[in-house]
């Protein structure tokens, strides 16, 4: 669990970071984290005497409020920032909210329309039998007009 940034647990200020000799599973040692390379370029070093492998967790001090990093004999590690939304992923989710699609018929939705189409209606001015809705009232205005007329 290499890179993984120490936050001090009194000040949340975030000056180490975890090395691959790190294990959450373990008691801190000084080995186990590094300064972060801001602090590296001004000469500080990550614990007194420089000997970090040999530093117990009740030395390892934050050189910002010399605090103890692990006060518990585990290192306090930074949660990772959740990631926002780009602009492009809020107006996509919008989008896709907007046009959601309506599923898709059931196959019994389909034979009642089928069958609501092949009714048989019958004139009642001619007696005729016709099937389906639109083609009867096609005819009885065709009727309608030949029986008056």
Not at 83 to 103: C, M, R, V, Y
Not at 117 to 131: H, K, L, P, W
Request: proline share 8%; hydrophobic share 30%; charged share 25%.
């Amino acid at each position: 669990m290499i890179g993984l940034d120490v936050q001090c647990p009194q000040c949340r200020r975030v000056m180490h970071t975890t090395t691959p000799l790190y294990n959450p599973e373990k008691t801190a040692k000084g080995n186990m984290v590094e300064l972060l390379p801001k602090w590296k370029k001004r000469g500080w070093r990550t614990f007194y005497g420089g000997g970090g492998g040999t530093t117990p967790a009740a030395a390892m001090q934050c050189p910002h409020c010399s605090g103890r990093l692990a006060p518990s004999g585990k290192l306090r590690i930074k949660p990772a920032p959740v990631p926002e939304l780009t602009q492009a992923q809020k107006n996509q989710a919008i989008i896709d909210e907007s046009f959601k699609l309506e599923p898709e018929p059931q196959a019994q939705d389909v034979q009642q329309k089928i069958r609501a189409q092949d009714t048989i209606f019958t004139c009642e001015s001619c007696g005729r039998q016709i099937r389906g809705i639109v083609g009867f009232k096609s005819h009885e205005k065709a009727c309608k007009v030949a029986n008056n007329g």
